[in-house]
Antibody, heavy 122, light 107 residues
Framework: EVQLVESGGGLVQPGGSLRLSCAASGFTISGYSMNWFRQAPGKGLEWISYIGISSSTIYYADSVKGRFTISRDNARNSLYLQMNSLRDEDTAVYYC???????????????WGQGTLVTVSS | SYELTQPPSVSVSPGQTASITCSGDKLGDRYASWYQQKAGQSPVLVIYQDTKRPSGIPERFSGSNSGNTATLTISGTQAMDEADYYCQAWDSSTYVVFGGGTKLTVL
């Protein structure tokens, strides 16, 4: 059974840092691209970052570019999101998801984790 | 930047057909995917590449995409289908784009 389990969320002050992890089971992430999303309270879904199979291709949404860093450890079957310079507006549930097909118009997300809550507040 | 527009809410009676639209400039030239998110849960893929249904998704879920509009259709809607639904497409500038979501109420 494919599972994605996020961890590392919590309460952090504005300007602080946090590192999220996404542990995969039931498949090996080395064969898939991976993504991070977030959902602010009562709001819709927002894609924030993509990492290709070899980590050579990485994309970020403008809202997090320069502050967040996505990475993967295929040996640990895990995905990570380092979040720096956090702002109030980064408060959200953060999800990881597996990507399918070539990155482009055919791309979609077939499995999502349960999410981890990040609260940025003083 | 590319934008997708969904109606905020759709209501349907049990057993009837629900249609949720997603509008975007020449959306029919792209692929649309749809995700279901029940209250307090993570999103679930219900339709990908316009019309394809993942394994485990009931046949009552179907999709279409033409012109400027993609449509998620739920035939014989059940109470368990009550959820938020998000359409998604890909754009070369902003990459992954989601619609604002549609709350489906079954009453």
């Amino acid at each position: 059974e494919v599972q994605l389990v996020e961890s590392g969320g919590g309460l952090v002050q504005p300007g602080g840092s946090l590192r999220l992890s996404c542990a995969a089971s039931g498949f090996t992430i080395s064969g898939y691209s991976m993504n991070w999303f977030r959902q602010a309270p009562g709001k819709g879904l927002e894609w924030i970052s993509y990492i290709g199979i070899s980590s050579s291709t990485i994309y970020y949404a403008d809202s997090v570019k320069g502050r967040f860093t996505i990475s993967r450890d295929n040996a640990r079957n895990s995905l990570y999101l380092q979040m720096n310079s956090l702002r109030d507006e980064d408060t959200a549930v953060y999800y990881c998801a597996r990507g399918r097909d070539d990155y482009g118009h055919r791309y979609y997300f077939d499995y999502w984790g349960q999410g981890t809550l990040v609260t940025v507040s003083s | 930047s590319y934008e997708l527009t969904q109606p905020p809410s759709v209501s349907v009676s049990p057993g009837q057909t629900a249609s949720i639209t997603c509008s975007g400039d020449k959306l029919g030239d792209r692929y649309a995917s749809w995700y279901q998110q029940k209250a307090g849960q993570s999103p679930v893929l219900v339709i990908y590449q316009d019309t394809k249904r993942p394994s485990g998704i009931p046949e009552r879920f179907s999709g279409s995409n033409s012109g400027n509009t993609a449509t998620l259709t739920i035939s014989g809607t059940q109470a368990m289908d009550e959820a938020d639904y998000y359409c998604q497409a890909w754009d070369s500038s902003t990459y992954v784009v989601f619609g604002g979501g549609t709350k489906l109420t079954v009453l």
